[in-house]
């Protein structure tokens, strides 16, 4: 049974999308010197998928994760080629949609990668896992899903349902062995928070989501493995993110007030 006091990495089959760079090769790394018996790594970017294979000597998959017939066939072929998904590890992200002039399609696909991915996830792989005694699912979804993001109208508010989905799965199916764990990074350096091609400053979204550090994509995979195995449904990476949300849920309308104050510092503007 995949369920204990603790969950062990080792001899686990683990898939992991978004793998082709950032997040999710340095997850099928660690995963790997965790001693795993699977590790399938999934990206539309099949070319990175295969390079992130190679290392570990797992398996690499091409899949468009918004759409739901390929993440079924992701989760078919594993299953059919490598035996039982102990955790499925819904790590593809995207960034779009920065504002209200941004097009309908910037919204649309914001919401059908950093939501419905979890959600096809889930409706394939739920009744299997509960058919052989459980499984889990970890949900990447960010700091952004818990207090938002400047810059970032479509990412904060697709993250936030991510984090939504995420507890309504886990507090639906908990029960029947079914374990959650939402991974809410803040900033981390991969592709997303890298500046614009032809420029060395960030975009305002990426410096907001900085002002505590970056982290490195190996250090947030160490921290991945020990929340896993204390099976919590919150994963973050910056501890200060703990401290921001209990603000945040205390002081409503002070909050806001203090996250519109560092948007105005952030385009330079005085406050008033």
């Known amino acids: 049974v995949f369920y204990g006091p603790a969950m062990e990495i080792r001899e686990k089959c683990i898939v992991v999308t978004g793998a082709a760079s950032g997040i999710g090769r340095a997850l099928v790394h660690r995963f790997h010197a965790e001693g795993a018996r699977q590790r399938v790594a999934v990206d539309k970017n099949e070319a990175g998928a295969k390079e992130t294979a190679k290392f570990v000597g797992g398996a690499a998959m091409r ?31 995207i960034g779009a ?25 889930a409706r394939h792989l739920v009744p299997r896992m509960i058919e052989r005694g459980g499984g889990h699912f970890m949900n990447t979804s960010s700091a952004a899903g818990l207090l938002n ?7 904060g508010t697709s ?30 350096r991969t592709a997303m928070t890298a500046p614009p091609p032809g420029s060395e400053e960030g975009t ?17 995979a160490d921290i991945v493995v020990e929340g896993l ?44």
């Open 149 to 155: 993001q400047l810059g970032g109208a479509a990412y």
């Open 229 to 272: 195995a204390e099976e919590r449904f919150i994963i973050l990476t910056h501890p200060e993110v703990l401290e921001y949300m209990r603000r945040k849920t205390n002081d409503y309308d002070r909050w806001i007030g203090g996250m519109n104050r560092l948007y105005r510092r952030l385009l330079g503007e005085a406050d008033s």
């Open 63 to 93: 899949c468009d994760v918004s759409d739901e017939a390929a993440v079924k066939q992701v989760i078919e072929d594993t299953e059919a080629n490598f035996g039982p998904i102990d955790l499925f590890c819904s790590n593809a992200g």
């Open 204 to 220: 305002l979204a990426t410096n907001a989501a900085a002002s505590d550090g970056m982290m490195e994509p190996e250090e947030l």
């Open 97 to 121: 949609g920065m504002d209200l002039a941004s097009p309908n399609e910037e919204w649309q696909i914001s919401w059908d990668v950093n939501v419905m991915s979890h959600v096809y996830a």
């Open 159 to 188: 993250k936030h349902a991510a984090v939504g989905f995420g507890e309504w799965l886990a507090m639906t199916y908990k029960h029947q062995g079914i374990g959650v764990s939402m991974l809410c990074p803040q900033a981390v």
